[in-house]
């Protein structure tokens, strides 16, 4: 299984596709998210959002201030300012 996962910013869709799991900095700490979470809102606290993809290099973003919600296997980021660093961009 694996988790759909919608990246975006105040702009624009920075990158959407499917996952095996997102790690993202909240405001209690960090948040490691796999297939099965139990449905969450947290704030977003400014930092890295690591997307593993399989088979391809894991899509790591920067992000300013947001939040994220999970639910039915769905992560959705939405930050004021998110460009992909490393990883295929926009999918």
């Given at each position: 299984m694996t988790l759909h996962v919608?990246?975006?910013s105040a702009e624009h869709k920075v990158w959407a596709g499917e996952a095996q799991s997102v790690i993202a900095r909240t405001t209690e700490g960090e948040l490691g998210i796999l297939t099965g979470h139990a449905p969450l809102?947290?704030?977003l606290s400014p930092g890295h959002v690591r997307i593993a993809v399989l088979g391809q290099p894991e899509v790591v973003a920067e992000v300013g201030e947001g939040f994220l919600s999970i639910e039915h296997d769905r992560v959705t980021v939405v930050a004021d300012m998110a460009a992909?660093?490393?990883?295929?961009?926009?999918?």
């Open positions: 919608e990246l975006v809102l947290a704030i992909v660093l490393t990883g295929s961009g926009t999918r």
